[in-house]
């Protein structure tokens, strides 16, 4: 696959991005205009099967469902270089860009054009599949108000009217609770998502999303999840903090290295995941603050343990070392997750040396050395802005340890 071309197909303009890839205005040896769906390189080296299984799941079901009012898929290719679908190319757009409050339809569009997305659901229901990820940005209208609801690639095959996933595949804003709670769904899961996005295309607004922030003003956007899928220490950080303020988390996700998320777009190592959140609109991810700030990215404020919402930065991180009870863990490996004080960023973490408890007496003096003099001259090395030094008496502490050895 070359720069200018996807397969056989001439590139012409990037049309936009998902959770499952990008999509492209492609133009044909005929001259025909076809829509691209590309799985991106660096999400196919990373081994990210779920998305590959999304793909073809949408290749097998969007080819059973031929219908005036469902997306035509023209063709795809799977092989170790590239993928992707080819589909019809529908030339005015999906209807989110109608989702906004200065952009609403009149009440009299919005019914034409719900009636036919009705129509394509019923039909795909017909057959035995539901959709399972209906919003405004995945039903498209032609030139010529012809509408068409498009990827299905987290629709279900229903059995006996019922389908069960296993896992949460979508868009949260707009699932069914049974959907959010990984339960059995059936045709009422589509009702309920495009009544939520007839909600969006009626108000401007997310149901609930508002009642959630009060008094924020929030981006009307869908979220993409953005999550590591190799072991990682960030990943058991901000696990450990969502499964603390959260049962439903800790029910469902639990804390660890890697974990099974039930939504998002995986990435392995830091860098994938921070450009997959700058390449998807409304994602959102996890990353070590150095990395954040380095690439200017936008950092949340996280409500901590004692109820305030606090930015990330050198304050935040010393207040939260200094609440830790470091003298009550052996070998001083504290949990810094979610400490108290109304200052503490709720996702702090230290680093540790992992040293053996049965080594030489000059391997131990060696390490004693390099600690104590760490700790005299390397607090001004990491007086960046991006990490903070130990507080004085946990210092204490670990030369204490190492003097006893």
């Known amino acids: 696959m070359s720069n200018g071309k996807i397969g056989k197909l001439k590139k012409l303009k990037r049309l936009g991005s998902g959770s499952s890839g990008s999509v492209w205005l492609c133009e044909s040896k005929s001259g025909e205009h076809v829509a691209v769906k590309l799985l991106e390189q660096n999400l196919m080296q990373n081994e990210n099967s779920l998305i590959l299984d999304m793909f073809s799941n949408e290749i097998e079901i969007?080819?059973?469902?031929?219908?005036?009012?469902?997306?035509?898929?023209?063709?795809?290719?799977?092989?170790?270089?590239?993928?992707?679908?080819?589909m019809e190319y529908i030339d005015g757009g999906a209807l989110d860009q109608f989702d906004s409050p200065d952009a609403l339809l009149s009440f009299e569009q919005?019914?034409?054009?719900?009636?036919?997305?009705?129509?394509?659901?019923?039909?795909?229901?017909?057959?035995?599949?539901?959709?399972?990820?209906?919003?405004?940005?995945?039903?498209?209208?032609?030139?010529?108000?012809?509408v068409k609801v498009s990827d299905f690639g987290a629709g279900l095959l229903l059995k006996n009217g019922k389908a069960k996933p296993e896992i949460v595949l979508g868009s949260p804003a707009y699932m069914s609770p049974e959907q959010v709670q990984c339960e059995e769904m059936s045709v009422a899961s589509d009702i309920y998502s495009f009544g939520a996005a007839l909600y969006r295309l009626t108000t401007g607004r997310l149901p609930f999303f508002a009642e959630m922030n009060p008094g924020i003003s929030l981006p009307d956007l869908p979220i993409t999840v953005v999550h590591r899928d190799d072991h990682s220490g960030s990943t058991y950080v901000i696990s450990s903090y969502l499964t603390s303020v959260s049962d439903e988390w800790k029910s469902l996700v639990g804390a660890g290295t890697k974990l099974r998320w039930l939504t998002g777009v995986k990435a392995?190592?830091?860098?994938?995941?921070?450009?997959?959140?700058?390449?998807?609109?409304?994602?959102?991810?996890?990353?070590?603050?150095?990395?954040?700030?380095?690439?200017?990215?936008?950092?949340?404020?996280?409500?901590?343990?004692?109820?305030?919402?606090?930015?990330?930065?050198?304050?935040?991180?010393?207040?939260?070392?200094?609440?830790?009870?470091?003298?009550?863990?052996?070998?001083?490996a504290v949990n810094l997750v979610n400490t108290s004080g109304a200052d503490s960023w709720p996702i702090t973490t230290a680093t540790y040396v992992i040293v053996k408890r049965d080594v030489s007496q000059d391997i131990s003096q060696s390490l004693e050395h390099f600690v104590s003099w760490a700790f005299k001259n390397g607090d001004q090395s990491v007086n960046n802005e991006l990490f903070v030094p130990l507080p004085p008496e946990v210092k204490k502490s670990v030369e204490a340890k190492l003097a006893a050895r």
């Open 268 to 332: 392995a190592g830091s860098s994938v995941l921070g450009n997959q959140v700058s390449l998807i609109k409304g994602a959102i991810g996890y990353v070590d603050f150095g990395y954040a700030k380095t690439k200017k990215m936008s950092v949340a404020q996280i409500k901590n343990a004692s109820g305030a919402f606090v930015k990330a930065g050198p304050n935040s991180f010393l207040a939260a070392s200094k609440a830790a009870k470091w003298s009550g863990e052996d070998g001083l």
């Open 110 to 146: 919005l019914i034409a054009y719900a009636i036919p997305s009705c129509k394509a659901l019923e039909f795909a229901a017909s057959q035995g599949f539901i959709h399972c990820d209906i919003k405004p940005s995945n039903i498209f209208l032609s030139q010529d108000g012809t």
């Open 62 to 86: 969007s080819e059973k469902l031929s219908h005036p009012n469902i997306v035509n898929i023209q063709g795809h290719h799977i092989s170790d270089d590239s993928v992707f679908i080819v």
